[in-house]
């Protein structure tokens, strides 16, 4: 186990401070013991965890680790959307599924018991240079919707805006698309982005462009719009003023049990709360958070 | 006199147009090599990815990479061989030759992401393969087999006609010809074609990407889903957050097909020293 | 089929080709024992197996791509599925037509640029290239080719697309930055085949046209493209297949907008990379929209391989009409 241990963390930089992997290592192992009778009693210790490709990161970090001190498990994390998490957790083909979305009404009837793992904000950004710092959530609408393609329009130089979207298999563009363009369509020119980072640095080269990502990937290359005059900052998002958020699920069939169950307690454990999941840009479920 | 400018002048165009097709090929290699020798180091290739942007190493792609590949050349490399045979030795033309040249070709230009969906349809899901190296490769095979017969077609049609001649006057039979004299004379050459197909399966990311799935995983068995290292690249160049990490994947891949470049090479010169 | 293929054999005459070796050695198979025989006839046949695993891979290319995709023409319609300009699957409109628009101006900008520059290095690699410059070229081509195509993509995303920003002043995705990239890529086809082309053509006809004092543009210009004529022109057809089908170096550098854009410097999507975007959440009709992609896609590509046929038949028949 500790070979295990020392061949994945000591020879790459790891999220985690070395004390605290071993102690995580130890209260695992020590867990591991108090629970093996019920362990014996099934037979698959595997489990497959599919879905959101924007939660995709903290269950496949957390695989790692929960495998790391249990080698004799294995938790396969695929990211293939949100859509497809609900769905291949409702069939059977997935022990976990991961959203970053509520359901549907259409897949309430699922029976789906639900674990809220994180929050995820939502920072629309733009490049440093454009005078632009705030947008109300209207204008931030009608950009997107092509109503609005000139940033002299809504207080700022006169350039034509570019705009930047994400795929539609991505959870943060569901998220976008619900709270602020509240299912009104996007303009059909955007530029379409699979990934956070690409976003972000087209935003951070072009001057009039804009898009939105979690606000955890905010960095100094571009600026974070106020909305509806309140900034995006992790304190506004906790104290729920800050308008563009959601919170991050793992869906399972019922009550999660056995592997699975041991392997979420994992993921709201403080080991990844506090440094996975804050590394992959979203706010810890646990740790203040309560509402 | 006018005659000679418009020469000189038309001479240069064909000259830089040249000069351009090389300078391209240098600054895409240089470019993947600049940025990715940094990040080269024996960790970056012997340790797993981890943390939330795939830091660390890159070894279960570069398994899975090349797993599938050679899973994939085990699979083509008899069958294509011994079409090749048929085509090269047997067949008379006609319009059952014609059919297996027009599919072969046909086969050839596939575009590799209706290939990607093919495997998924039939392999993974028909065929109830699941996402696995198996399955990938399987996909892959059809993508290699008009390389690899084309190239196999053209190394025993250069084998000298006499040598044959020599092994029927001494009483070989057909099978014997073949096999004891046409194919080891072709030898190299048909390696030369092999490598080259294994090399482009190593390059292919529309195919592999529906049919041996996008988690990380160092396969074991035919059976295991992972990730290739074109897929890891893909998907860390759009992510766009761990910037490093792509071009060192980059550059492995290039280093990879340059290798199976310079390999199919060796063996070629190898050939033409022999013949 | 088999039965057909030996009695084509068995009634072929005698003479010197090695085809014709096999008529002559079966022959004098049977001066060999029974076992031998029935072991050399066994062989041949599984070699034409082996041969026909080709064929077996176009018709289950067909039937598998096809029946998932079928479904889109029934139910939609051809008319609505081709010509409908809305591609909005979520909310059940599956027009393609923005996606061929874009697979066609995407494929056709590469072809301006890309075809100059393939055929020009064509004809430097068969007539101009003293052998040392020939060995750098023509490796450098053979190698282009090897180049996979998400390195290609790649680079054009972290180097070409911001150059297109900066000149544009926009994003730097679209139809430009698809055809640089796709340019460099289909190059080593439409060369390698073009020069294979220039230098089947026997040299007695370039020395009699030196000989008339013609230059060696001239030379080119006026005697050996035009006898390649047909050579260069399957060139191009295969390296319009290569830049239809061509997906993850596009997909990284066109933005992905299915619309039809109004400049080429604006988002675009093509065919294949509206396939690689939908994929992860396509299902139900939608996913079926996509194999109907998929159809057309392997449709266009045995098309253009049936045409490329269809020319050099053209070829060989007014060569032995000459």
Redesign the interface.
């Known amino acids: 186990m500790t070979h295990r241990l020392v ?3 000591t ?5 985690l401070p070395r004390a605290t992997r071993l102690g995580l290592a130890l209260a695992l192992s020590l867990s591991c013991v108090a629970i093996a009778g019920c362990q014996a009693a099934e037979h698959d210790n595997e489990i497959t965890v599919t879905g959101s ?1 924007t939660i995709m ?2 269950a ?2 957390a695989a ?1 680790h929960f495998m790391d001190v249990k080698p004799d498990t294995k938790v ?6 949100s ?2 998490g609900i ?1 291949t957790v409702a069939n059977g083909s997935s022990d976990v599924g991961t959203s970053s979305r509520d359901l549907k009404p259409s897949e309430q009837d699922l029976r789906l018991y639900d674990t809220p793992i994180a929050i995820d904000a939502i920072a629309v950004i733009v490049n440093r240079d454009n005078p632009v710092d705030a947008l109300t959530m209207d204008q931030v609408r009608a950009i997107f919707e092509g109503r609005i393609e000139n940033w002299s329009e809504v207080g700022g130089e006169d350039r ?1 805006i ?1 705009l ?1 979207n994400r ?3 991505s959870g943060t563009r569901e998220a976008f698309s619900k709270i602020v363009m509240q299912e009104a ?1 996007f303009d ?15 935003v951070a ?5 804009i898009g939105y990502i979690s606000l955890g ?1 905010v960095n100094d290359e571009v600026k974070a719009l106020s909305i509806d005059g309140i900034e995006a900052t992790p304190e506004s998002v906790v104290d729920g003023s800050y308008p563009v958020q959601r919170i991050l699920h793992f869906f399972t069939r019922g009550e999660p049990e056995g592997l699975a169950a041991r392997y979420i307690a994992y993921v709201l454990s403080d080991e990844i709360q506090q440094t ?1 999941v804050r ?2 840009g979203f706010l810890p479920m646990r740790g203040g958070v309560v509402r | 006199m006018n005659k000679s400018v418009t020469n000189i002048i038309a001479l240069s165009i064909l000259w830089l147009a040249a000069g351009i097709t090389v300078v391209v090929l240098f600054a895409v290699i240089s470019y993947v090599f600049v940025n990715g020798i940094s990040q080269i180091s024996p960790a970056f290739i012997f340790t797993w990815p981890h943390g939330v942007n795939a830091e660390g190493g890159v070894w279960p792609t570069i398994v899975s990479t090349m797993y599938v590949t050679v899973l994939a050349m085990l699979i083509v490399a008899p069958i294509a061989v011994l079409a090749a045979v048929y085509l090269a030795e047997y067949a008379v033309q006609g319009r059952l030759v014609g059919m297996i040249r027009f599919a072969a070709d046909s086969l050839a230009s596939v575009p590799s992401i209706v290939m990607g969906l093919f495997g998924l349809a039939l392999f993974v899901e028909a065929a109830g393969l699941r996402f696995s190296m198996l399955s990938a490769a399987l996909a892959l095979s059809f993508l290699m087999l008009p390389i690899v017969m084309r190239a196999t077609e053209e190394a025993i049609r250069a084998v000298p006609k006499y040598i044959r001649w020599g092994s029927y006057g001494l009483g070989a039979t057909k099978w014997q010809t073949v096999s004891r004299i046409v194919i080891p004379a072709a030898m190299p050459r048909i390696i030369t074609g092999i490598i080259l197909a294994t090399g482009r399966a190593v390059g292919e990311t529309a195919v592999v990407i529906y049919t041996m799935g996008q988690a990380i995983n160092l396969p074991i068995t035919p059976l295991d889903s992972g990730r290739p290292m074109t897929v890891h690249l893909y998907v860390l160049a759009m992510e766009g957050i761990n910037l490093p990490a792509a071009y060192g994947t980059a550059l492995l891949l290039m280093v990879l097909i340059l290798g199976f470049n310079l390999g199919a090479r060796y063996f070629l010169r190898r050939a033409s020293k022999r013949m | 089929m088999t039965r057909s293929a030996e009695d084509s054999q068995a009634s072929m005459p005698d003479s010197a080709d090695p085809v014709s070796m096999t008529s002559g050695e079966q022959g004098s198979l049977r001066l060999v024992s029974r076992a031998t025989h029935i072991k050399e006839l066994a062989l041949k046949n599984l070699f034409l197996l082996c041969a026909f695993v080709a064929v077996m891979g176009v018709v289950l290319i067909f039937a598998f791509v096809g029946l998932r995709g079928w479904p889109i023409f029934a139910e939609v319609g051809p008319i609505a599925f081709l010509g409908g300009a809305d591609w909005s699957p979520t909310v059940g409109q599956y027009g393609i037509w923005p996606l061929i628009y874009g697979s066609l101006v995407v494929m056709s900008g590469a072809l301006v640029i890309g075809t100059p520059l393939a055929v020009g290095t064509a004809i430097f690699l068969s007539e101009i290239a003293t052998p040392r410059v020939r060995g750098i070229v023509r490796p450098a081509v053979e190698l282009l080719a090897g180049i996979p195509s998400v390195i290609y993509g790649f680079f054009g995303l972290l180097i070409l697309r911001p150059i297109v920003a900066r000149l544009s002043d926009g994003l730097g995705f679209g139809a430009v930055t698809g055809w640089l990239i796709l340019a460099i890529m289909i190059v080593p086809t439409i060369a390698t085949l073009s020069e294979d082309a220039l230098r089947s053509i026997p040299d007695g006809i370039r020395e009699a046209s030196y000989a008339m004092g013609a230059t060696t543009w001239q030379t080119i210009y006026r005697v050996l493209v035009p006898a390649a004529k047909i050579g260069i022109i399957d060139a191009i057809i295969l390296g319009m297949g290569r830049a239809i089908g061509e997906t993850m170096a596009v997909l990284m550098v066109v933005g992905n907008a299915p619309h039809i854009p109004d400049s080429v410097t604006e988002p675009i999507a093509t065919l294949t990379t509206q396939i690689v975007m939908d994929m992860p959440y396509a299902a139900g009709m939608h996913r079926t929209a996509l194999f109907g992609m998929a159809i057309i896609l392997f449709g266009v590509s045995m098309g253009l391989v049936a045409l490329v046929r269809l020319l050099s038949k053209l070829q060989s028949s007014m060569d032995a009409g000459r």
């Open positions: 061949r994945t963390r020879t790459a930089g790891s999220p490709t990161p903290i496949e970090i790692e396969l994390v695929s990211g293939l959307g859509s497809a769905e034509h570019g930047v795929d539609e298999a369509r059909r020119s955007a530029a379409v982005l699979p990934g956070t980072g690409q976003v972000r640095s087209v080269e072009a001057p009039g462009a990937f996975v590394d992959a």
